[in-house]
C-alpha cells in the first residue's frame, strides 16, 4: 500500500519561512503533489514535484529527494492568508489512476 | 468555465435514507473521482472513474455507489446511511496533462 506522514501542526509566525515535510512509502512513484485547504473550503493543488530538486512558485517552493522518499514545501514571507491546512499527495504506483493523501499539516501563522 | 460543480452543498439524512451527490465538470477531462474528508484527516478516495463508462473502488468504497452518466457528470449514491458515513465529500477531476486535480466546493453530510 502507499502511506504518507507530514506534521499534525506548525505553527509560525507573519513574515517568517516555514517548511512541512512529507514521507512517503509507496510500491511506485509518480511524483509529489501538494495542495492547500482553507477551514471550510476545497483543496487547491499548489505544486508538483516528479524529478528531485525544488520547484519554485512565488513564495512557496516545494522539494523532492527520491531516494530519501522526502519532500517538503516551503512557504516563505508568510501572510495570514497563509493559514490553513496543507497536504501532500502521491499516485498509487501500481494504479496510476489512484491517489493518496497525507492527513494534512494544520498551518497556523500569528501576527 | 465553472471547473467542478457539486450539489448539494450541505445535507441532512436520517440512518437508513438514501441519497445521490451529484457533481459536473466542463474541463472535458477524461477522469473524475470521489473522495470523502473526515475531521482533521486527509482525504481518502471512495471511487474514480478513469473514463466515460468505467469506474473503479478507491480505498473506502462499502455503502457507496457510483454512475459515471457521461463524461461530464459523476455521482455518488448512498443506499442506506450511517452514521460513519458522516463526513465532507469532495468531489475532483485531474488534468490528464498535469497531476492538478481540480476540487468541487464539498458537500457537508449529516447523519443522524
Known amino acids: 500500500g502507499q502511506s504518507l506522514e507530514q506534521p499534525s501542526e506548525v505553527t509560525a509566525v507573519e513574515g517568517a519561512i516555514v517548511q512541512i515535510n512529507c514521507t512517503y512509502q509507496t510500491s511506485g512513484f509518480y511524483g509529489l503533489s501538494w495542495y492547500q485547504q482553507h477551514d471550510g473550503g476545497a483543496p487547491t493543488f499548489l505544486s508538483y514535484?516528479?524529478?528531485?530538486g525544488l520547484e519554485e512558485t512565488g513564495r512557496f517552493s516545494s522539494f523532492l529527494s527520491r531516494s530519501d522518499s522526502y519532500g517538503y514545501l516551503l512557504l516563505q514571507e508568510l501572510q495570514m492568508k497563509d493559514s490553513a491546512s496543507y497536504f501532500c499527495?502521491?499516485?498509487?504506483?501500481?494504479?496510476?489512476?489512484?491517489?493518496?493523501f497525507g492527513s494534512g499539516t494544520k498551518l497556523n501563522v500569528k501576527p | 468555465n465553472a471547473g467542478v460543480t457539486q450539489t448539494p452543498k450541505f445535507q441532512v439524512l436520517k440512518t437508513g435514507q438514501s441519497m445521490t451527490l451529484q457533481c459536473a465538470q466542463d474541463m472535458n477531462h477524461n477522469s473524475m473521482y470521489w473522495y470523502r474528508q473526515d475531521p482533521g484527516m486527509g482525504l481518502r478516495l471512495i471511487y474514480y472513474?478513469?473514463?466515460?463508462?468505467?469506474?473503479d473502488k478507491g480505498e473506502v468504497p462499502n455503502g457507496y455507489n457510483v454512475s459515471r452518466l457521461n463524461k461530464r457528470e459523476f455521482s455518488l449514491r448512498l443506499e442506506s446511511a450511517a452514521p460513519s458515513q458522516t463526513s465532507v465529500y469532495f468531489c475532483?477531476?485531474?488534468?490528464?496533462?498535469?497531476?492538478?486535480?481540480?476540487f468541487g466546493p464539498g458537500t457537508r453530510l449529516t447523519v443522524t
Open positions: 472513474s478513469a473514463s466515460e463508462g468505467t469506474t
Open positions: 475532483a477531476s485531474p488534468s490528464g496533462v498535469t497531476y492538478e486535480q481540480y
Open positions: 514535484n516528479g524529478l528531485d
Open positions: 499527495a502521491v499516485r498509487d504506483g501500481d494504479n496510476f489512476n489512484k491517489f493518496y
